[in-house]
Antibody
């Protein structure tokens, strides 16, 4: 049974750094056909892909947020960590981690965590 | 970045209706197009991947078609549990995956 679960602070202050952890089970982070992604959704708005990491440590970031994001993985702990610097109230959103499958004709997110609502406010 | 545009943004329909949602990419994404369903307060759920492949466990009333820049999601016979928001997503550009703005399907 594949599961992903996000953890981290629910409230951060402007200019602070956000650190979120995704703990996975039911699959291995060393699986070369899969990656773990972070995706966020501001209240009432659309989904926005942020970053993902592959088993070979390949990392990809949103072009608009690249300067603020760092993603890392710990295979032994089955965890993927996302840090986002210089948080602003516009970064208030539900942050999801999701498993990405590298299929033959598409890459897709087949399992998602429940999400964690992060509010940025002083 | 590849922009994804869905239409309509919202849609009212009745149980039993046939519903079509379209998604257009700003440049070709080949078959690298996926569809998700999201209900309030829940994480998105994968419905269709690679434009037309039905994810395991998803009812067969959902189908997808298209390639290149134009795609459709069809719900053949709308059920009460299908009222939700639907998103398309391209994974052709590995530099930047993008989602559509969403289509909210409401009960008429």
């Amino acid at each position: 049974q594949v599961t992903l679960k996000e953890s981290g602070p629910v409230l951060v202050k402007p200019t602070e750094t956000l650190t979120l952890t995704c703990t996975v089970s039911g699959f291995s982070l060393s699986n070369t056909r899969m990656a773990v992604s972070w995706i966020r959704q501001p209240p009432g708005k659309a989904l926005e892909w942020l970053a993902h990491i592959y088993s070979n440590d390949g990392k990809f970031y949103s072009t608009s947020l690249k300067s603020r994001l760092t993603i890392s993985g710990d295979t032994s702990k089955s965890q993927v960590v996302l840090t986002m610097t210089n948080m602003d109230p516009v970064d208030t959103a539900t942050y999801y981690c999701a498993r990405m499958v590298r299929g033959v004709r598409s890459y897709y997110f087949d399992y998602w965590g429940q999400g964690i609502l992060v509010t940025v406010s002083s | 970045d590849i922009q994804m545009t869905q239409s309509p943004s919202s849609l009212s329909a009745s149980v039993g209706d046939r519903v079509i949602i379209t998604c257009r990419a700003s440049q070709s994404v080949s078959s690298y197009l996926n569809w998700y369903q999201q209900k309030p307060g829940k994480a998105p759920k994968l419905l269709i991947y690679a434009a037309s492949s039905l994810q395991s466990g998803v009812p067969s009333r959902f189908s997808g078609s298209g390639s290149g820049t134009d795609f459709t999601l069809t719900i053949s016979t709308l059920q009460p549990e299908d009222f939700a928001t639907y998103y398309c997503q391209q994974s052709y550009s590995t530099l930047m995956y993008t989602f559509g703005q969403g289509t909210k399907l409401e009960i008429k």
